[in-house]
């Protein structure tokens, strides 16, 4: 294998490999925006969940007054 050969392919090499990093590069940010969006439903969701376990005011403004 001549110099130039060897030189050739360990270009082609590179190029695939920066082509395939800049692809995973993209795949992980993608995957992080979905997780931060998750987690802010996730959160709110448990939210949700604590304000009906916890009968906050939203559960008392149902309730009729005593006088009632």
């Known amino acids: 294998m001549s110099e130039a ?3 050739e392919a ?3 090499k590179l190029s695939h490999l920066e082509s395939s990093l800049q692809h995973l590069g993209a795949v992980v940010m993608r995957q ?3 997780i931060e969006l998750l987690v ?3 959160r709110a969701l448990k939210e949700q969940i604590q304000s009906l376990e916890g009968g906050g005011a939203s ?3 149902f309730e ?3 006088h009632y």
């Open 5 to 7: 050969t060897r030189l």
């Open 59 to 61: 559960a008392a403004g």
């Open 64 to 66: 009729k007054p005593p």
């Open 10 to 12: 360990i270009e082609t």
């Open 40 to 42: 802010a439903h996730n």
């Open 32 to 34: 992080q925006r979905e």
